[in-house]
């Protein structure tokens, strides 16, 4: 895929709006497809009166789709977050790739008090003691009201086990009633520390904690029936360097060491126990696609890449978006953990690029068939997705949409009363570079033929991720 300067630029540009509009759609939106996507990421990218330095730092901004009799209504709302506030007033403290601005009075007072990390909510929305919040990595949460976009509350996640970085993606255990996470704790003794919480309740109760000396970075984990598979990639850290104030950013202060492996501890989600913990080559991963337990082994689907230059790419250069936009591409990567012999095997499923893997909510942790990914047949990757990729786990087959335009994650929709894993619909955001706007593509997931557009009225800037639910207006 050929790089496209102009549209990539388009990606990453700020806007300011906010709107409520019906959509005109063409095509047919199946009349049983009745809730609302809501997707969160960067509207923003100017905060404290200059440009951030990394994509994930944009100012969280959340997007809705709401669907009903064959209809769509589109809206967009920034979170009023502090630091929304702190750049409407021209200050800005860092974040995770772009460097604060403290002056070295203001470091020296944080070492008696630190800063707050950053309540820049932009990476997910969940669902928390009953109320629907937008996540992100540090331990800030914002309430809003999926109907109106409002913000309601700022919060944090609230009693032990307590953690400086939080992953933004937790798992929910339907069977259970309840959400898996993990935090990580840069103290004295550092600790991964793996929690569980109800549905409906604000309380947290502890599963294991783990005590590492040098944390790596992690963005996801994997859960299974029985287990909690955190897999350790080797970018790590000192926590010294995290606890020091610093106009640094966090995820400079990270080293790639590879001679240290990838380590899969697998710990008993009743027990708390770690059970096996193989080191396996080393790797870097942002997102799990899906696991689950065979037999006596687990089975951990990964998007890998050899090292973590895919974080490095998405710095911005002068032009306010990623420099060259050229690296290995992730790949769908199957490991096999078996916890008796405490070994580990791994093997390509898919050689194609892969991004912001999903499967179908009904197979979460469960024995599967199908993943779908933005996608790339090429390697290495020279520019953003413009397809998205349904592949077979088992077989390594694979289906192409191709969205014409730059591709955020494919949300799949099950239908109800569906009779195969794949029946159900695609949602995504597609970035038309050549018209200068984002249209909303429905996408048959079991054929991936093309069911619906809805152009927006203007053009979004790339997002992360987005959760659909089921009845919301």
């Avoid at 050929?2 to 906010?18: K, N, V």
């Avoid at 995290?242 to 950013?249: C, F, I, K, R």
């Avoid at 024995?367 to 020279?382: H, I, K, L, M, S």
Wanted: with cysteine; hydrophobic share 35%.
């Amino acid at each position: 895929m050929a790089t496209d300067p102009e549209g990539t630029r388009l990606g990453f540009h700020s806007i300011d709006e906010e709107l409520d509009a019906e959509l005109d759609v063409e095509g047919t939106v199946p009349a049983w497809l009745d809730g609302s996507l809501i997707r969160n990421g960067p509207g923003s990218f100017e905060l404290g009166g200059s440009t951030v330095g990394h994509w994930f730092d944009g100012l969280a901004m959340l997007r809705k789709f709401a669907f009903r009799d064959g209809e769509v209504r589109y809206a967009n709302r920034f979170l009023r977050t502090d630091a929304y506030a702190d750049a409407v007033d021209g200050e800005y403290r860092g974040g995770f790739g772009t460097d604060g601005s403290m002056s070295l009075f203001e470091r020296l007072v944080s070492l008696l008090t630190p800063p707050a990390p950053t309540d820049n909510t932009n990476i997910d929305v969940w669902r928390y003691g009953g109320e629907h919040v937008a996540v992100t990595e540090t331990e800030h949460l914002t309430t809003f009201d999926p109907e109106t976009l409002e913000t309601t509350g700022l919060t944090t996640y609230l009693g032990e086990p307590y953690g400086q970085h939080v992953t933004g993606h937790p798992h929910h255990d339907d069977e259970r009633g309840e959400t898996v996470g993990m935090s990580t704790y840069f103290g004295r003794q550092p600790e991964y520390r793996l929690w569980r919480q109800p549905d409906g309740r604000w309380s947290r109760e502890s599963i294991a904690s783990l005590p590492v000396d040098r944390p790596a970075y992690l963005h996801s984990f994997a859960l299974t029936d029985r287990f909690v598979v955190l897999v350790e990639f080797p970018l790590v850290v000192s926590p010294l360097k995290l606890l020091l104030p610093s106009n640094e950013a966090f995820i400079k202060r990270f080293d790639w060491e590879p001679d240290r492996g990838t380590r899969y501890n697998v710990v008993d989600r009743e027990t708390g126990e770690v059970v096996a913990a193989p080191v396996g080559d080393p790797c870097f991963c942002f997102h799990h696609v899906n696991a689950y337990d065979d037999g006596h082994e687990l089975v951990l689907d990964m998007v890998t890449f050899p090292d973590a230059e895919a974080i490095t790419e998405l710095y911005f250069d002068d032009t306010g978006s990623p420099s060259s936009w050229e690296l290995d591409g992730g790949r769908l990567t199957r490991a096999r953990v078996a916890p008796e012999t405490e070994t580990v095997t791994t093997h390509e499923v898919h050689g194609g690029h892969l991004g912001l893997p999903r499967v179908s909510p009904e197979v979460t942790a469960s024995e599967y068939r199908y993943a779908y990914a933005q996608g790339d047949p090429g390697q290495p990757v020279t520019g953003l997705p413009q397809s998205i990729l349904k592949v077979d786990v088992e077989t390594g087959e694979d289906w192409w949409y191709d969205a014409g335009g730059y591709t955020s994650e494919a949300v799949f929709v099950p239908r109800p009363d569906g009779q195969t894993e794949d029946d159900g619909v695609l949602l995504a955001v597609v970035l038309d570079p050549d018209a200068a706007r984002s249209v909303l593509h429905v996408v048959d997931g079991e054929t991936m033929d093309g069911l619906a557009r809805a152009p927006l009225p203007h053009a979004l800037p790339l997002d992360f991720h987005g959760q659909f639910l089921p009845g919301i207006a």
